[in-house]
């Protein structure tokens, strides 16, 4: 039998520290959202690999779709001969995406790739070259994509000079005193002192920041926003990559806001673990790059394309947006319910179903807890339930289970972050 640790010393000699891993453990098998080890040892998975495993480890009709696309052909390369399960996820976004308008969607196959080609198309739609991003933002990777992320370790550190042109804005967060006032004037100031407003091309903004800590966009800021773009001929992309496929209740996150914006970036749950990304957008603007300026070998696969759209089956035959919304709401409940026990919990926020709490020392927000939170996850791999930490000061526990989990399955993982609060008190 092959242990963990065994297949841990494996894995440091054969591949770079800098690929990071937050347990020790290696899967043997999954089902919808449970897991087991090499070892057999059984886990709850609240962290959906990050935000992609909405429609749960294995589901059948998903797992049917790609073995029938594998049968047929899996690999043309979209540009060279075209199918049409690519079509037809595009017309399926171009209608689920908010906004009284023409759209068109792009496919790429990771998420870092929608952002550089979202940029990539506003630049050439505007013909301008500036970007505002805001602190706390996580866009991905790449290099240009880094330059956009609004967080210096681990992420950034050794890898520049970045791309030129990005500034950053102050996200608002209510917890550390960054009003929306505040943020906008930030926005504002970067046009004062930076860049001329006539030059920025986009704004680009996650209604709910994934890595950055769960911190929710106020849909007054959003619409702040919208209408600062508006006023200047900025193009608003809203990166939807951890937000999209329902994980808040909506399919697309910024549709709480009732803004549209110009580009939305999607990828993760949108295909539940096959390798997809994409772009949907405003039709004229989506148009902008010449032919051949646009794809990718891989772009849009025809297994990830066959896999996306029965995730789009499973969500409307589960009821997969109502099930986030009632599934959060539960998770708010028994979470504040710890929070007023235990005042290491000096937050705990979400919308729908992606949902998290911050730690820290003494419930004083000032004074964040990394060990903590550090120490919360290493105790629930302990006791069979994988977790995930993040924000700005890694302080922040997420939950990203997934939506087809079952009342009893949230229950029991809620049940050992409880424990094991206990355990580190
Ligand atoms: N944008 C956001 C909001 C994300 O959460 C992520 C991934 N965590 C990315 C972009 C990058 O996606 P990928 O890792 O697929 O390149």
Known sequence: LKTNADLMARRRAAIPRGVGQSHEVFIARAENAEIWDVEGKRYIDFAGGIAVLNTGHGRPEIKEAV???IDLFTHTCFQVLAYESYVELAERFNTLAPGDFAKKTLFLTTGAEAVENAIKIARSHTKRSA???FTSGYHGRTLLTLGLTGKVAPYKTGFGPFPGEIFHAQFPNETH???????????ESILK?????????????????????????PTDFLQRVRALCDQHGILMIVDEIQTGAGRTGTWFAIEHSGVAPDMITMAKS????????????????MDAPAAGGLGGTYAGSP???????????VFEKDNLLERSRSMGAHMVTRLEAMATKDKRIAAVRGLGAMVAFELCKDGDVHQPSAELAKALAAEATKRGLILLTCGTYGNVVRILVPLTASDAIVNEGLDIIEACLAATA
Do not use: H, T, W
């Open 303 to 313: 297994l990830a394309c066959a896999a996306a759209l029965a995730v789009l089956d």
């Open 177 to 187: 005193g960054v009003s929306v006032d505040d943020s906008i004037a930030s926005i």
């Open 67 to 69: 073995k029938a696309q």
């Open 193 to 217: 002192n930076d860049v001329e407003a006539s030059r920025v091309a986009a704004i680009i903004v996650e209604p709910v920041q994934g890595e950055g800590g769960f911190n929710v966009a």
């Open 131 to 133: 970007v505002i991003a």
């Open 270 to 285: 949108m295909a539940g673990g096959y390798p997809i990304s994409g772009v949907v957008g405003r039709a004229e603007v």
